[in-house]
């Protein structure tokens, strides 16, 4: 018997909130699997899941939408002679449980004549009576929708209030999860986690030529609280931020355009977590790089025939997979099948050694035990393998800084901030965009470009990869809104990275690639 409040190590002023504790989970939990045991299952496992949202917009300072929105409800999964089956109800007593567990059976027993491949799941210690919270100090959910409109009225005020801003947009976008699973092995497991994304952006429009541009806040998404948004934690500068953001909208719009060709590139965190999110995080889902999950997103060049051979990238390239990262969006205690979070390396010293699994997929590849990358984004949603906090490593040995890498390239470009991508099947090709371009000449920063974007195939841009900044310019990106499967789900995660500088990746002019 294993009992955890916290694999990770966090520390959660919180608990598990009494609306969610003191629904009869235990009770749904026994007549779910009891039912699904006397109908056959071999492997039976109950989740209850809460899912609170509240979604704010704002333009030019006046409320555009507020919504919440609560789901609630349950799902058996079975495993019958091999065969997964599934059913959920939103209904939740011990009757409703019994019957959706013998519908469950019912279905894997149809589908039986057609599965090709027995399920075989990993083995995973018992967590009796687990709970876990993520690390917080102010519940948003506890926070009235008035302070939060009057925040952001603020926050949007001081850019409208700047010259060159016709427009300002506010978004505000919070969630509560709470999850309870148990299984036939014994688990039970109770979790609650928050996360929120705030986000500004100010808009200058040319009223003569209809032409705009915009520039918006870089501060993530983060599992954090309401003392994330107000800058009360000092995590994010939002007043330097909100009072800087004005000029730089009005030298972008001023820069010249960019010329194409290769250039040596020293790239924010605050830009390059998305790329490897698409590059790294999707290409080492080990349903994909075996052609498993291919219809939402395509599959992946990195197959396991390559594992432990492929040369990834440089040898100062390290990246973890991690589902135990503090205040990290999939981070969380265990996952939808009962897996306690972990952290373990992806690509080491350049070369391809892992993957992201679930308790299915780990047997495939020959591992004794899933690294925890089952969720569904529902009551109503099959689990599936998902992305951990997928993170590059700042350089161990020096703390070098965004500047020093500056001070290394005699002629190239500094990105700062995510804006649009795009990524082929296999996730190798790609091009990726930002928020600000900053030329760099003999070492030092000299105003700003326009129209950038980098492309690159997966292996040569990290192949170019001269060096990565140390822990001081590490920081976690993210997103909300990570799609996968079809059904499609949506998950969140994010993704650590330093400052790195690449050379020679080919530079492309957007407005001559538009054919403007």
Request: contains cysteine; negative net charge; hydrophobic residues 40%.
């Amino acid at each position: 018997m294993a009992t955890s409040t916290d694999p990770g190590g966090h520390s959660s002023g919180h608990d598990i909130d009494p609306e969610f504790a003191g629904l009869p989970l235990r009770s749904l939990a026994d007549a779910a699997l009891s039912a699904a045991r006397a109908a056959g299952a071999e492997h039976a496992d109950l989740r209850v899941h809460r899912l609170c949202t509240q979604s704010i917009r704002l333009r030019d300072g006046r409320v555009e939408a507020l919504t919440d929105t609560v789901e609630l409800g349950f799902a058996v999964r079975v495993i019958v002679d091999g065969t997964w089956g599934f059913a959920s109800h939103a209904v939740l007593t011990a009757n409703t449980a019994a019957e959706v567990a013998r519908s469950a059976v019912a279905v894997a027993t149809s589908l039986r004549a057609l599965n090709r491949e027995r399920v075989t799941l990993a083995d995973e210690p018992r967590y009796d009576n687990a709970r876990w919270v993520s690390a917080y100090e102010i519940d948003p959910f506890t926070i009235p929708s008035a302070d939060k409109v009057a925040l952001l009225q603020d926050y949007s005020g001081r850019l409208s209030a700047a010259d060159g801003v016709d427009h300002v947009t506010a978004t505000l976008l919070q969630v509560k999860e709470q999850t309870y699973y148990a299984d036939t092995a014994g688990s039970s497991i109770i979790q609650q986690r928050v996360r929120l994304e705030p986000e500004l952006e100010a808009i200058t429009v040319d009223s003569a030529s209809g032409a705009f541009e915009t520039m918006r806040t870089l501060a993530p998404p983060v599992g954090r609280g309401w003392e994330y948004v107000t800058g009360a934690d000092g995590v994010w500068d939002w007043n330097t931020e909100l009072s800087r953001i004005p000029e730089w909208l009005a030298e972008k719009v001023k820069a010249p355009t960019v010329t194409p060709g290769p250039a040596d590139l020293v790239i924010d965190p605050t830009n390059l977590w998305l790329t490897i999110h698409e590059s790294i995080g999707h290409a080492t889902e080990y349903d994909r790089a075996i052609g498993y999950e291919s219809a939402y997103a395509g599959t992946s060049f990195a197959t396991p025939d390559l594992l432990g051979t492929l040369q990834y990238g440089t040898p100062v390239m390290h990246v973890t997979a991690d589902r135990l990262q503090r205040h990290g969006l999939a981070s969380v205690g265990y996952d939808d099948e009962g897996v306690a979070g972990q952290r373990w390396d992806l690509v080491r010293d350049g070369v391809l050694v892992g993957y992201q699994l679930d308790r299915v997929f780990a047997p495939r590849l020959g591992l004794d035990r899933s690294n925890g990358c089952s969720y569904a984004d529902s009551p109503h949603h099959v689990p599936i393998q998902r992305m951990a906090n997928v993170s590059l490593q700042p350089d161990p040995e020096r703390d070098t800084s965004t500047q020093e890498l500056i001070s290394r390239v005699t002629d190239g470009i500094y990105i700062v901030g995510d804006k649009s991508w795009s990524i082929d099947m296999q996730r190798y090709n790609f091009q990726f965009t930002g928020q600000r371009f900053f030329r760099i000449r003999n070492g030092e920063l000299d105003g700003q470009l326009r129209d950038v974007a980098y492309q690159a195939t997966t292996t040569d841009f990290w192949g170019s990869m001269e060096a990565v900044g140390g822990p001081s310019t590490w920081q976690l990106g993210g997103a909300f809104n990570c799609g996968k499967a079809q059904p499609g789900q949506v998950a969140a995660v994010s993704h650590g990275c330093p400052s790195v500088l690449v050379r020679g990746v080919n530079v492309l002019n957007t407005r001559t690639e538009a054919g403007r």
